[in-house]
C-alpha cells in the first residue's frame, strides 16, 4: 500500500517566485482481483475469443484485464480506510463483443488486505450457430429431407439438451418446468401485414376465433415459430402477443390457431436460458419427443412454446442457432430410414462457423 507524500514546490515565473505546500501524491493500489472464466467450461476465454472490455463507475477506481483473464481494479488505498463505512462499493461494466453490457458490485471491507480475491465470474459465450447436411451413408449420399436431428451433451451425468427450432424470445430462471404438449389446430388465417422481429403484436386477415392463450404458428416447415396471444389489439385484426416474434415473415404467410394441452413427463430448467438461446438444459430427458410436438416452459404469462429439435429442409441443410455455453454438444439425425452415429462438436467462442456433417441409413 502507498503512502501520501507531501512536501513544497517551487514555481517561478517572470514576476515572482511562488512556494506552494501541502502538494499530495497517492499511488493507487490494487484493490480486487476476479477470474474472468468462461460460464461453459470454468476456463478463461482463449486468447482468439472475442475479448471483453471492462470499465468502473467509480471516480477513484480503474478496471482493466490483465493476462490469464483476471479483472484488475485499482484506485486510491484511502478507498477502504474510512471507518465510518463497513465496506465500499465499486461498479464495474464489462461488454463482451456482440452481447449486452453487464453490471456488477464489488464491495472491498474496510480495512481488509489488499488485495482482495473474489469469486470467479462467469462470462457467457457469445451466441453461435451450428450448420450443415444430413446425407445418407450409401453412395451417392444423398440429402436427407426433413431429417430430424437432436441434441445432446455426450457427457454421462450431464444436464440433458433439448435444441428448439426457434430460440427463445425471453429470459427465463433455472427451476422452471418445461412440459411437452400437443397443439390441436384450429383457425387458418394469414398476416395481413409483414411482421419484423421483436414485434409484439401480429395484423391477421381475419381473427375470428383467435384469443387469449391461442397459439399462433407461422413460418416454413424447418422453422414452425409459435407465438402467445395476450388478447385483441386495437385495429383491426390486430392481436397482441406475450412474448416478441423471433422470425420475421411477409405479408400473406398463413398463420394457423391452436389450442393445447399438456402431457408428458415434466423435467426442470437446471440453467436459467436467456432470450436468444436455442438448447435449453435439462434434468431429466423428453423421452420420445418428435418434431412434431412442441414444449412449453412454464413461466406464467411468459411462458413461451416452441417446437423441439432441428429439422432439415428440402436441400437436406440443417440450422440450429441460439447455441451457447456450451462445451460441446452432440448431434443425431434421424431419417426416414433410421438413425445415424452421435457427432459430438467442440463450440469454440473464438473459432470459426460450426459446420457439421449428419448421417443416417
Known amino acids: 500500500m502507498s503512502t501520501p507524500v507531501t512536501g513544497v514546490t517551487t514555481v517561478a515565473t517572470s514576476a515572482r517566485t511562488y512556494a506552494v505546500a501541502g502538494r499530495e501524491e497517492t499511488l493507487d493500489a490494487v484493490l480486487v482481483i476476479v477470474p474472468l472464466v468462461r460460464a461453459a467450461t470454468g476456463r478463461?476465454?482463449?486468447?482468439?475469443?472475442?475479448?471483453?472490455?471492462?470499465?468502473?463507475?467509480?471516480?477513484?477506481?480503474?478496471?482493466?484485464?490483465?493476462?490469464?483473464?483476471f479483472l484488475v481494479v485499482a484506485g486510491r488505498p484511502d478507498l477502504v480506510l474510512r471507518s465510518s463505512v463497513p465496506f465500499t462499493t465499486i461498479t464495474v461494466e464489462?461488454?463482451?463483443?456482440?452481447?449486452?453490457?453487464?453490471?456488477?458490485?464489488f464491495s472491498v471491507p474496510t480495512g481488509a488486505p489488499l488485495p482482495v480475491h473474489m469469486p470467479a465470474w462467469e462470462l457467457d459465450d457469445p451466441?453461435?450457430?451450428?450448420?450443415?447436411?444430413?446425407?445418407?451413408?450409401?453412395f451417392p449420399f444423398p440429402v436427407v429431407p426433413a431429417a430430424t436431428v437432436t441434441a445432446g451433451t455426450g457427457v454421462a451425468g450431464a444436464p440433458f439438451a433439448l435444441a428448439l427450432r426457434t430460440p427463445l424470445a425471453r429470459d427465463h430462471a433455472a427451476g422452471l418446468v418445461v412440459r411437452e404438449c400437443t397443439l390441436t389446430a384450429g383457425p387458418v388465417t394469414t398476416l395481413a401485414e409483414p411482421v419484423v422481429a421483436g414485434a409484439v403484436s401480429v395484423v391477421l386477415a381475419s381473427s375470428a376465433g383467435i384469443g387469449a392463450g391461442t397459439v399462433l404458428e407461422f413460418g416454413a416447415a424447418p422453422v414452425r415459430e409459435h407465438v402467445v396471444v395476450q388478447g385483441p389489439g386495437p385495429d383491426p385484426g390486430q392481436v397482441l402477443l406475450r412474448s416478441p416474434?423471433?422470425?420475421?415473415?411477409?405479408?400473406?404467410?398463413?398463420?394457423?390457431?391452436?389450442?393445447?394441452?399438456l402431457t408428458g413427463p415434466s423435467p426442470v430448467l437446471t440453467r436459467a436460458p436467456r432470450a436468444g438461446d436455442g438448447v435449453l438444459l435439462l434434468d431429466s430427458p423428453l423421452t420420445g419427443l418428435t418434431s412434431t410436438a412442441a414444449v412449453r416452459i412454464d413461466d406464467g404469462t411468459s411462458s413461451e412454446i416452441r417446437s423441439p429439435h432441428a429439422v432439415s429442409d428440402l436441400g437436406g441443410h440443417v440450422r440450429l442457432a441460439g447455441v451457447r455455453n456450451l462445451a460441446a454438444l452432440q448431434l443425431t439425425a434421424t431419417g426416414p430410414a433410421g438413425t445415424g452415429p452421435a457427432l459430438t462438436t467442440a463450440i469454440d467462442p473464438g473459432g470459426g462457423p460450426i459446420i457439421v456433417d449428419l448421417a443416417t441409413p
Open 127 to 138: 451466441v453461435r450457430t451450428i450448420t450443415g447436411t444430413v446425407r445418407r451413408v450409401g
Open 44 to 69: 478463461p476465454f482463449p486468447a482468439r475469443a472475442a475479448q471483453p472490455s471492462v470499465r468502473t463507475g467509480h471516480p477513484h477506481a480503474r478496471a482493466r484485464i490483465a493476462s490469464g483473464g
Open 245 to 261: 416474434v423471433v422470425h420475421s415473415a411477409p405479408g400473406g404467410a398463413p398463420v394457423t390457431g391452436h389450442g393445447v394441452t
Open 94 to 105: 464489462l461488454a463482451v463483443p456482440g452481447e449486452p453490457v453487464i453490471r456488477r458490485d
